[in-house]
């Protein structure tokens, strides 16, 4: 009797223990739908507006992991097999995430290892001015400029950064802590990039102040001005428009590369800054860094980012020297990897010609037109295709960003970028599933 209760019990523990089991699975399996929070829909609304949640709640729909798998492997679908489950489509940054099939596909070459006892002093290289610059990350920057042919770099100094914002203050603070009594005035013509102003207004320094439109920008005083060529938002080409004495530049060429624009020749001028943001889309590494001519300058810069973080991540300079050194073996090396910049340009060039298609549809929209150049390193001519969209509502709407809100696409406002809120600026560098879905968006959209 004992012995056949005993059996019973095992049977039905048994028996338990996997009905519970059935219902574990079936509810990790259904986490999703029931917290309504997807992996995706929290990765893609990442930074985004609180103003949308309030106006437009959430979707109820869900997404599964398994289509972020997809997305982040950028598996191919036609834009119109995209199904629309109502998500957010966040196109108001600039995430580089475009490129993260072609870092998928490198694979192993491209990781770095380092031991618990590396990389664990303040200093890289004393003897340089920019004593926390990792020789090799200095000389894999040389090596890619060289190559690409977008940059001189003979007798420049390389100060390295926690991403180009930090070295674009840097380069602020060395410019104006030698001036007068009275803040600098910083200018950029509009459509300017909206970081810079809201940096300089918040920062509220004593050595400089932001003044804006530097087209409109006439006092005979010295001044900052910053050049964004391909412009952000827009994607033109841009020279200086103050050209007056006591004028001070900074060239930001983060997007001086040739997935997006034609490299004409090497930009030589007296303070340039680049980001591994934008060159191969590490924006999570925070890397950037600026090729400066003038010691004094380069001196300063240094002095500013010790003050600022006693220098930059070591870890961050080693892994971005593994990741330009595979760029520029991609080119050196053809048949190891595909050429990181001819896959990329490719990519970009489908996603411009979508875009292009559709705004000439709909009619609701439209797009700058971008002259046609030479490129050396492409050795063939094309236009401009820029990280971002510059998209003007036409007719009645005029304020493209909320128009945009109420099909759940963020985008920014050209009101950031000194313009008027007619446009909006989008991004063209997010995941495929992201973008075909925004293509297919807009191919459904009437006013
Ligand atoms: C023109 C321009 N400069 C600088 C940056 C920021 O670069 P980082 O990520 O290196 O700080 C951006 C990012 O969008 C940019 O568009």
């Given at each position: 009797m004992g012995k056949g209760l005993e059996g019973w019990s095992v049977r039905h523990l048994l028996i338990v223990s996997v009905a519970l089991n059935v219902w574990l699975v079936l509810k990790v399996s259904n986490y999703d739908k029931d917290t309504n929070f997807t992996t995706e829909k929290i990765f893609n609304g990442?930074?985004?507006?609180e103003e949308f949640h309030k106006q437009v709640p959430l979707s109820s729909s869900s997404s599964s992991s398994s289509s972020m798998a997809a997305a982040a492997v950028g598996e191919k679908k036609s834009v119109h097999d995209?199904?629309?489950?109502?998500r957010i489509i966040n196109f108001?940054?600039?995430?580089?995430?475009?490129?993260e099939k072609y870092w998928q596909e490198a694979g192993d070459k491209t990781s770095v290892f380092i031991s618990?006892?590396?990389?664990?002093?303040?200093?890289?290289?004393?003897?340089?001015?920019?004593?926390?610059?990792e020789p090799e990350f200095g000389k894999e920057v040389i090596r890619l400029h060289n190559i690409v042919g977008n940059a001189a770099t003979d007798d420049r100094h390389i100060v390295v950064g926690t991403g180009s914002t930090q070295l674009f203050q840097a380069a602020l603070y060395a410019l104006s802590a030698?001036?007068?009594t009275e803040p600098i005035s910083v200018v950029s013509s509009?459509?300017?990039?909206?970081f810079y102003r809201q940096v300089v207004e918040y920062m509220k320094s004593g050595l400089y102040k932001w003044v804006g439109d530097a087209s409109t920008f006439d006092k005979d005083e010295p001044y900052i001005e910053l050049i964004t060529s391909p412009n952000n938002p827009d994607g033109l080409m841009r020279q200086p428009?103050?050209?007056?004495?006591?004028g001070m530049l900074i060239h930001d060429f983060?997007?001086?590369?040739p997935q997006y624009t034609p490299i004409t020749s090497a930009a030589d001028h007296d303070i340039m800054l680049f980001t591994v943001s934008k060159t191969t889309?590490?924006?999570?590494?925070?890397i950037g860094w600026a090729l400066v001519k003038d010691e004094a300058v380069a001196k300063r810069m240094t002095k500013f980012i010790e003050l600022n973080s006693?220098?930059?991540s070591k870890d961050s300079q080693i892994r971005a020297a593994k990741i330009l050194q595979t760029v520029s073996d991609s080119r050196e090396h053809?048949?190891?990897?595909?050429?990181f910049f001819e896959t990329s340009y490719h990519h970009i060039e489908r996603r411009w010609k979508q875009l292009r298609e559709v705004v000439g549809k709909t009619g609701i929209f439209s797009t700058p037109e971008f002259p046609p150049a030479f490129c050396n390193y492409m050795s063939r001519l094309f236009s401009t295709q820029p990280a971002f969209a510059w998209l003007k509502c036409e007719g009645?709407?005029?304020n493209c960003e909320d128009f945009l809100r109420s099909h759940k696409i963020l985008t920014r406002s050209g009101k950031h970028f000194g313009?008027?809120?007619k446009y909006v600026r989008i991004s063209m560098l997010d995941r495929d599933s992201n973008y075909d879905l925004f293509i297919k968006r807009l191919s459904e959209m009437r006013t």
């Open positions: 990442f930074c985004a507006h995209e199904a629309d489950d109502g108001d940054h600039g995430d580089p995430t475009i490129y618990g006892w590396q990389s664990m002093s303040y200093f890289s290289d004393v003897k340089n001015l920019c004593w926390f610059l030698t001036g007068g509009t459509p300017y990039y909206s428009v103050v050209n007056r004495s006591g983060a997007y001086y590369w889309g590490h924006a999570g590494m925070r006693i220098g930059v053809a048949g190891d990897s595909k050429d009645e709407i005029e313009m008027s809120p």
